[in-house]
T-cell receptor, first 113, second 114 residues
């Protein structure tokens, strides 16, 4: 069965510090992995994706994610957090065979000044 | 490029009433999705259209929810009669074709059932 797990409901980090939001997945075949961000009262915005190639993927707003096949993980990272990064982050995996997106439960990122 | 448009943004109704949400996808996007996002959870797919045909509606509560995309462009999601547990954000999304790598979301329609 395809699934995505975000083990942390909330991540707190001080502005200027590096941040990591964790995601692990389970999928048959090659994984297509995504990160989306949701600001209060807004829809989901696409941040970045891994399809194939380099394990380090760069996306919008200075975010990047590292694909680790052996650990089945796709953690979201940013070298220096901003207060404006505070939002809800969703990891998603696409099942290519059935074209379904499976979303994690979300991680709330709080960046304190 | 215009994004996915949804209306209304906010709706409050009493239980057993009906409500309809409208979505206009990104121009040229053949695939349209309706997701339900309950507070504190990730989005859950309700129905997926390819042009005007249904690809997947396995998680749509068909006794009360219905959706259509008659001309293969915009879509309407209806709930009748509404229950308290239907309080959620209803997100419309679209992609170029069924196996497109990225789907794009609208701002969502926030439903409160009282």
């Amino acid at each position: 069965a395809q699934s995505v797990a975000q083990p942390e409901d909330q991540v707190n980090v001080a502005e200027g510090n590096p941040l990591t939001v964790k995601c692990t997945y389970s999928v048959s075949g090659n994984p297509y992995l995504f990160w989306y961000v949701q600001y209060p009262n807004r829809g989901l915005q696409f941040l970045l994706k891994y399809i194939t190639g380099d394990n380090l993927v760069k996306g919008s707003y200075g975010f990047e994610a590292e694909f680790n096949k052996s650990q089945t993980s796709f953690h979201l990272k940013k070298p220096s957090a901003l207060v404006s990064d505070s939002a809800l982050y969703f990891c998603a995996v696409r099942d290519y065979n059935f074209n379904k997106f499976y979303f994690g439960s979300g991680t709330k990122l709080n960046v304190k000044p | 490029e215009a994004g996915v448009a949804q209306s209304p943004r906010y709706k409050i109704i009493e239980k057993r009433q009906s409500v309809a949400f409208w979505c206009n996808p990104i121009s040229g996007h053949a695939t349209l999705y309706w997701y339900q996002q309950i507070l504190g959870q990730g989005p859950k797919l309700l129905i997926q259209f390819q042009n005007n045909g249904v690809v997947d509606d396995s998680q749509l509560p068909k006794d009360r929810f219905s959706a259509e995309r008659l001309k293969g462009v915009d879509s309407t999601l209806k709930i009748q009669p509404a229950k308290l547990e239907d309080s959620a954000v209803y997100l419309c999304a679209s992609s170029l074709e069924p196996r497109a790598n990225t789907i794009y979301f609208g701002e969502g329609s926030w439903l409160t059932v009282v």
